[in-house]
Structure formats: C-alpha cells, structure tokens
C-alpha cells in the first residue's frame, strides 16, 4: 500500500513557473510502480489526466500540456514532480498524483492574470 501527498500548490502569477511534488510513502517504490501520474481538476469540470511516467521512464502528456508540462522522478527520495512553465490562467484546478490506483489529497494551483 501506499500514501501519497502533494505539495508546490498556491497563489502564483500567470507567467511565473511551479513544480509540484508528490511524496510516496509506504512499502511501494515509485520505481515499481505501474505509472507515476498526474491529474487536474478545475472548478466546475471534471477530472482530466495530465502526464504520467512508466517504470521504464517514458513520458506521456495529454495533447494540451504538451511544452509544458514535464513530469519526472526521484526514486531515491520515493518522490516526483510535475513541473509546469509559464502558468496560465486556465491552469488554475486541483491537482492530484496518482499510483497504481491511490489518489492523493490534491494541492491547489491559483494562477492570477
């Protein structure tokens, strides 16, 4: 089993850059993991997929976040990161990790124009 938690959220400025951190603790590795990924939800509408990573370390975007969107990881600290440039404010939803099946609690992302 494991628990997730986000971190990185807040109040930034359309233009400014934010990276989001997921924490996994538990016996599972994030490096055994079937994929590392990463979800958003903005008021009013439904959760939507972003990006994931493979074991393998592959990478995957949804159409709209590709440029960017980067997801990536560090095994060593059973942690990973979804780093979004130039915020905008459409970016503004929860945004919640995900692995194998667990959900974190979400960390709010609040971009001002």
């Known amino acids: 089993q494991v628990q997730l938690a986000e971190s990185g959220g807040g109040l930034v400025q359309a233009g400014d850059s934010l990276t989001l951190a997921c924490a996994a603790s538990g016996r599972t590795s994030i490096g055994s993991a ?16 972003v990006a994931q990573m493979l074991p393998s370390g592959a990478t995957y975007y949804k159409d709209a976040m590709k440029g960017r969107f980067t997801i990536s990881r560090d095994v060593a600290n059973n942690r990973f990161f979804l780093h979004i440039a130039s915020v ?6 929860v945004y919640y990790c995900n692995v194998n099946s667990t959900w974190g609690q979400g960390t709010q992302v609040t971009v001002s124009s």
């Open 34 to 49: 079937l994929a590392l990924r990463w979800f958003r939800q903005a008021p009013g509408k439904e959760r939507e997929w």
């Open 88 to 93: 905008q404010p459409e970016d503004t939803a």
